[in-house]
């Protein structure tokens, strides 16, 4: 499996994780991502994969982040539940469709 692939599943699980403790955000620092997969030099790549979660529709925002963008210390903040489930992407139907 591809570092990307590793950080897209870890983030799934990590949103499915606090999504069934019933919290309604979750907070995610790159560096904690990049340790607990045992990346070497890749809080860039884990940073890049965190930003393509980012959703302006579920008011997703940057909790911290250095002027580069990048680093461990970057801080992002998810609300919950996300519009896909943890093994595959799914859209959910919007609430007019029901």
């Avoid at 979750?26 to 884990?46: E, M, R, Y």
């Avoid at 963008?69 to 859209?91: A, W």
Wanted: proline fraction near 6%; charge should be positive.
């Amino acid at each position: 499996m591809k570092d990307a692939d590793r950080i897209r599943s870890c983030l799934r699980e990590r949103f499915a994780e606090a999504e069934a403790k019933g919290l309604s955000v979750v907070c995610v620092k790159a560096g904690d991502v990049h340790k607990q997969l045992g990346l070497v030099h890749q809080v860039p790549n884990v940073v890049q994969v965190m930003k393509q979660f980012l959703s302006e529709a579920h008011r997703d925002f940057i909790a911290k982040q250095p002027p580069s963008g990048q680093g461990s210390d970057v801080i992002y903040v998810f609300r919950l539940p996300r519009p896909y489930t943890l093994n595959r992407i799914s859209i959910t139907s919007p609430s007019w469709t029901t």
